[in-house]
């Protein structure tokens, strides 16, 4: 078993580790993130991440050329969603309810399309701005008259010192962390804020959806109050406010996320004494179990249903189905096509098979493998809608 990380620690830099999780994908053809990581559990602070040998280069490159993001209809990030634009705009309130200045010079890092600079402008800000890899996203938040620059952590800022910097679900897929946060330092004003908002791993085993669903190809940081709290206070910020909070996504799901409002510690300011963060490897090691136990159901029902000899279309090409082709029996079923709504999978290959649209699928007589557990009942009424008379195939039994 490793216990040497091929990367270290993101926080404190120790490379002794302990791994929790080994996960594995089977990535469309010229992907250029990692088909498998382990999941690791520092052995000196106690953080959580994935073990990956990718480059921060490379996650730029993947977020400029791939992001899902770009699609307006990602209910993450643009507000077209109900259920995003109510998170946005309960961030939106956040921030200004903190900051008490709607003249503040506001940066969203990784702004997508640009919702929640939206939802502060409508709550009242009027200096906004957003940076993100992805030109298309920049393009997106542009068309709502918002200043927005294609940009990473590892290029300068093309305006001046800014009074808030704000990071919402940013955190969990940066390569490198320490980066980032000098990145922060310097385009923050002297007596600037820092808000962060990520994923709450602690509570990943409460509300599982899907099997190893926060353990991705993009997230690849998995953050308690405590690590989150380690390292803002190692890049010399002193917390002014955060908590815990629950994030409804769909009328059935939520997601719980941590957050925290940041400022820089005076000079010679003595830092808070963190303790090793030892509940973090104990809720993911919970998370894994149960994970496992999920995805072991969802096999046996492919083994029941899958067609010995026939071939299947699979509609969803997201992470699930990228899991399921290496985990499960989906890996060895004979697969005429992937069927993806979003634009940016369409055209690629996987597994020597093309990702087409749901129009393309017109014509295909095969049964069709819904791959997702959260969306599959939306799914099927799709499918239905359009008139398809193909069998549906679901990974959970209704």
């Known amino acids: 078993m490793k216990e040497i990380a091929d990367r270290p620690c993101p ?43 990718v ?30 634009r109510k ?66 952590f590892s290029r300068p800022f093309p305006r001046s010192k800014i009074d808030c910097a704000v990071l919402s679900h940013t955190l969990e897929h940066v390569q490198d962390l320490n980066e980032a946060t000098q990145w922060i330092g310097r385009v923050l ?26 353990f991705n190809t993009e997230h690849i940081n998995h953050f308690s109050l405590l690590s989150l709290q380690r390292l803002m206070s190692r890049s010399g910020y002193r917390m002014v406010t955060g908590g815990e909070k629950l994030v409804a996504t ?9 957050f925290g409002f940041w400022r820089r510690a005076g000079t010679g300011s003595a830092m808070p004494d963190l303790p090793r963060d030892e509940g973090l490897k104990a809720s993911l090691v919970r ?7 999920l995805l072991d159901e969802i096999d046996a029902q492919l083994r029941r249903i899958l067609p010995r000899s026939t071939p299947v279309v699979v509609w969803g090409a997201g992470q699930l189905a990228l899991k399921l082709l290496v985990e499960t029996s989906l890996a060895t079923a004979r697969i005429a096509a992937f069927v993806d709504s979003n634009p940016v999978n369409q055209g690629k290959v996987l597994r020597g098979v093309s990702v087409i649209s749901p ?33 549906l195939l679901f990974l959970r039994a209704n």
């Open 287 to 293: 998370y894994v179990r149960a994970s496992r136990t």
């Open 87 to 152: 998170r946005l705009e309960a961030t939106a309130r956040q921030i200004v309810d903190l900051l008490r200045d709607p003249g503040a010079r506001i940066l969203d890092v990784g702004c997508a399309n640009g919702g929640l600079l939206k939802a502060l402008r409508e709550a009242g800000c009027t200096s906004l701005c957003g940076i993100d890899p992805s030109p298309a996203c920049v393009e997106n938040t542009r068309s709502w008259g918002i200043e927005a620059y294609p940009g990473t």
């Open 11 to 53: 926080i404190c830099g120790e490379a002794r580790v302990e791994v929790l999780h080994t996960q594995r994908f089977e990535l469309p053809q010229g992907h250029p993130l990692s088909g498998g990581y382990d999941v690791v559990s520092c052995r000196t602070c106690g953080f959580v991440y994935a073990d990956t040998k």
């Open 55 to 84: 480059s921060q280069a490379a996650y730029d490159s993947y977020y400029a050329e791939l992001s899902k993001y770009q699609d307006l209809r990602t209910s993450s990030g643009s507000g077209e969603d109900p259920f995003d």
């Open 359 to 391: 129009e393309a699928a017109r014509g295909l007589a095969a049964p069709i493998v819904i791959a997702t557990v959260l969306h599959q009942q939306e799914i099927a009424e799709q499918i239905r809608e359009m008139g398809l008379p193909n069998d």
């Open 189 to 214: 004003a002297e007596t600037g804020t820092v808000y962060v908002e990520v994923p709450d791993a602690v509570r990943y085993v409460d509300y599982l959806y899907a099997p190893f669903q926060d």
């Open 250 to 258: 769909s009328k059935d799901t939520d997601y719980p996320a941590i």
